[in-house]
């Protein structure tokens, strides 16, 4: 007599492995940022989000807080591409090295083509939705400044500089420095301008701010 062959067991359903879900996770916050940049902010709603994804909208609330909760993650990933958070609070790099490298990769990161457009769609819509401005400033700049101040603040940092260095100050003087000229980057394509010519000058700018701050410059 012969046996009934053995099917295979079926695995039981059961939660998603971790890997899955950070997959998922990144899915969506790139294809919410896909969306942003080609549509605005005001044109995007999370129920298109949600079927671009394949997620429900439940998923974004529970997960984000809502639309500006999902764009401040979007600029959150793109700030983590350049640079890593509180990556200079322990450097123990000479003081110039750790400005120097932090200069560099800020500079890549405000005029790569997507962080461009990203910028001016805030500045195009942050007068009708101002949550496009406070998303933008807390995800980007306000985080920034604060590792900056947290960095100027060592103690061994500190003793660098001039006794008159007003530190509250010290963060944006030093991102207007790596910035440069505001008109050229938003009126012209910096992918125009060869990177090395972009670091030339971005070096020449932070030797103003080095013999401005530090006591032996």
């Known amino acids: 007599m012969e046996k009934a062959p053995v099917l295979p067991a079926h695995k039981a359903p ?3 492995r971790a890997a899955d879900l950070e997959a998922r996770h990144q899915g969506l916050i790139e294809t919410a940022g896909q969306l942003f940049l080609k549509l605005g902010y005001g044109k995007v709603s999370l ?20 639309k500006s909760g999902l764009f401040q993650a979007v600029l959150i990933a793109n700030r983590d591409r350049f ?6 609070e322990g450097d123990q790099r000479p003081f110039k090295e750790i400005v120097d490298e932090f200069g560099e990769h800020f500079l890549d990161m405000i005029t790569a083509p997507e962080a461009l457009a990203v ?34 603040a060592r103690s061994e940092m500190r003793a660098l500089m001039h006794d008159d260095v007003d530190l509250d100050l010290l963060p944006s003087f030093l991102i207007q420095c790596i910035m440069g000229d505001p008109y050229s980057r938003f009126l012209f394509d910096p992918a125009q301008q060869p990177r090395d010519e972009m670091l030339r000058l971005l070096h020449r700018r932070l030797g103003l701010f080095y013999r401005s701050v530090l006591k032996q410059a």
């Open 47 to 66: 129920e298109l989000i949600a079927r671009e994804a394949h997620v429900a909208v439940r998923t974004i609330y529970v997960k984000f807080g809502g």
């Open 119 to 152: 910028q001016r769609m805030v500045i195009a819509e942050s007068k009708t939705n101002p949550e496009v401005g406070t998303s933008f400033f807390e995800a980007g700049p306000r985080q920034t400044r604060e590792m900056l101040g947290n960095f100027f």
């Open 14 to 16: 059961g939660r998603p």
């Open 83 to 88: 640079i890593t958070p509180n990556q200079m």
